[in-house]
C-alpha cells in the first residue's frame, strides 16, 4: 500500500526553539495533507489541513502562528513549531490523502508520527 | 458535532481468544465507519470500513457491522495472534465531510 514517512520519529528541544516536521508521500501524489495532534490516552484531533500549493486551514483554537504548515509539493508538507514550551510536548501525526482521479475513493494514510519533547 | 466513544484499554487476551473492541458514535447525517490498527512504531492503517448501515467491513479476520439503530460499529476477531497486538482505532467520517473523528485508541495485547 501507499506510504507516508515521517520524520523525524522523535525530537527533543529548548523552550524557545522552532522545530519541523517533514511529512512525504513515498509512492503516491497527495493533494491533501492533514496534521493531527495526540495527548496520552487521547484521540487524534486534527489541527488542520492543507491543499498543495495554498494556505492550510486550521481547526478552532489551533494558533496558526503557532504551528506553520506548508505544502508546496504534491509529496511533501512540513509542520514548524515556532517558539516551542513545554506545553507544545505531544505526538504530531501526518496524513495524506491520495488522489487517484475523479470519483476518488478519498483514502488517507498516516505516518508513524512525531513524538515532541519540548524541555 | 461528530464524536466517537471507544472501549478503554489496555485489553489483554491469551492467543486464539475472542476479541471484541466497542465502539458507539454520535453523528449527524449518514457517516462512514472505520477501524484503524496502529502497530509498534508504523502509522495507522486501515483495517477495515463500512459506508452504510448494517455492512459489514471484514479484514485480516476483523469484522464490524455498522448498526444504526445502536449507533456503533464493534470490532470482533474469533481468534486473536501475537501479531495482532496494537492499537486500534474507531473513526467516523460524516457526510461530505472529508474529515476523520477518532476515537481515543485501544491498546490491545495477545499473550502466546
Known amino acids: 500500500g501507499a506510504v507516508v514517512s515521517q520524520h523525524p520519529s522523535w525530537v527533543i528541544c529548548k523552550s524557545g526553539t522552532s522545530v519541523k516536521i517533514e511529512c512525504r508521500s513515498l509512492d503516491f501524489q497527495a493533494t491533501t495533507m492533514f496534521w493531527y495532534r495526540q495527548f496520552p490516552k487521547q484521540s487524534l484531533m486534527l489541527m488542520a489541513t492543507s491543499n498543495e500549493g495554498s494556505k492550510a486551514t486550521y481547526e478552532q483554537g489551533v494558533e496558526k502562528d503557532k504551528?506553520?504548515?506548508?505544502?508546496?509539493?504534491?509529496?511533501?508538507?512540513?509542520?514548524?513549531?515556532?517558539?516551542?514550551?513545554?506545553?507544545?510536548?505531544?505526538?504530531?501525526?501526518?496524513?495524506?490523502?491520495?488522489?487517484?482521479?475523479?470519483?476518488?475513493?478519498?483514502?488517507?494514510?498516516?505516518?508513524?508520527?512525531?513524538?515532541?519533547?519540548?524541555? | 458535532g461528530n464524536s466517537v466513544t471507544q472501549m478503554e484499554g489496555p485489553v489483554t487476551l491469551s492467543e486464539e481468544a475472542f476479541l471484541t473492541i466497542n465502539c458507539t458514535y454520535t453523528a449527524t447525517g449518514y457517516p462512514s465507519?472505520?477501524?484503524?490498527?496502529?502497530?509498534?512504531?508504523e502509522?495507522?492503517?486501515?483495517?477495515?470500513?463500512?459506508?452504510?448501515?448494517?455492512?459489514?467491513?471484514?479484514?485480516?479476520?476483523f469484522e464490524a457491522t455498522y448498526r444504526k439503530e445502536t449507533t456503533s460499529f464493534h470490532l470482533e476477531k474469533g481468534s486473536v495472534q501475537v501479531s495482532d497486538s496494537a492499537v486500534y482505532f474507531c473513526a467516523l467520517?460524516?457526510?461530505?465531510?472529508?474529515?476523520?473523528?477518532?476515537?481515543?485508541?485501544?491498546?490491545?495485547?495477545?499473550?502466546?
Open chain 2, 93 to 112: 467520517r460524516g457526510g461530505s465531510n472529508y474529515k476523520l473523528t477518532f476515537g481515543k485508541g485501544t491498546l490491545l495485547t495477545v499473550n502466546p
Open chain 2, 33 to 41: 465507519l472505520f477501524w484503524y490498527v496502529q502497530y509498534p512504531g
Open chain 1, 67 to 119: 504551528f506553520l504548515i506548508n505544502h508546496a509539493s504534491l509529496t511533501l508538507s512540513t509542520l514548524t513549531v515556532t517558539s516551542a514550551h513545554p506545553e507544545d510536548s505531544s505526538f504530531y501525526i501526518c496524513s495524506a490523502r491520495e488522489w487517484t482521479g475523479p470519483g476518488a475513493k478519498n483514502i488517507q494514510y498516516f505516518g508513524a508520527g512525531t513524538r515532541l519533547s519540548v524541555l
Open chain 2, 43 to 61: 502509522g495507522l492503517q486501515l483495517l477495515l470500513k463500512a459506508t452504510k448501515a448494517d455492512d459489514k467491513g471484514s479484514n485480516k479476520g
